[in-house]
């Protein structure tokens, strides 16, 4: 049975780059905002809960799911971002890891990128992982990466930021970390380096 390795970091950090990376060495990835794409299809319970709890105002003409205006109700809203998360959360786990333990047993290791892991109301539901993985970037570079996405404007990315746990709170939780602050050489440098690292430590295990 391969590793579980999460894979974390605050929003435009550059996880989707170290996987996509990671992906290239032929180790199987799971991004969990996919899984929640997913869950959220016309038809799934997930939407009907999401309606539910938020109104027809968060479902575009063709009645799926408008991310965009949800975003905007959950923002500054702990308790409506609770909510959500509360609907979402449970059965985007089971799916990660009923889909990495599948993975595993042909892998050496399996790479499943959850965004809001070192958050403290998320952590403990994913003791299952072997190991996390933080990538970390400097905040300004976020905001930079936030802005060259469609719908987004300063006072949003500032949002988006602050809304997140501190890049010391994820060191407090995890194994590796990939400093995304420089260029693409050197985060590739860091990238091969964890790869034969995971490599090593899969071999070991009996």
Not at 24 to 33: L, S, Y
Not at 89 to 114: D, K, N
Not at 132 to 151: M, S, T
Request: charged letters at 20%; aromatic letters at 4%.
């Amino acid at each position: 049975m391969g590793l579980l390795i999460g894979l974390t970091g605050g929003i435009a950090s550059g996880k989707s780059t170290v996987a996509a990376l990671l992906a290239e060495n032929h180790i199987p990835v799971i991004d969990t905002d996919q899984l929640s794409r997913e869950l959220v299809e016309p038809g799934q319970p997930a939407l009907t809960a999401i309606v539910e709890a938020f109104g027809p105002e968060v479902l575009q003409a063709d009645h799926r799911l408008d991310r965009a205006a949800l975003r905007v109700i959950v923002l500054n809203n702990p308790q409506a971002r609770a909510r959500l998360e509360g609907i979402l959360h449970p059965p985007i786990r089971r799916l990660a890891q009923q889909r990495a333990l599948e993975l595993a047993t042909t892998h050496p290791y399996v790479v499943i990128v959850i965004p809001l892991l070192a958050e403290t109301s998320v952590y403990p539901h994913y003791q299952w992982l072997d190991y996390i993985v933080n990538v970390a970037a400097q905040p300004e570079q976020q905001r930079a990466r936030l802005l060259n996405r469609p719908g987004i404007d300063i006072r949003q990315a500032n949002q988006l930021i602050q809304a997140q746990t501190t890049d010391d709170q994820r060191r407090m939780v995890t194994d590796f970390c990939l400093d995304n602050t420089g260029d693409l050489p050197h985060l590739k440098d860091q990238i091969q380096h964890l790869h034969h690292e995971l490599l090593k430590r899969a071999a070991a295990i009996p």
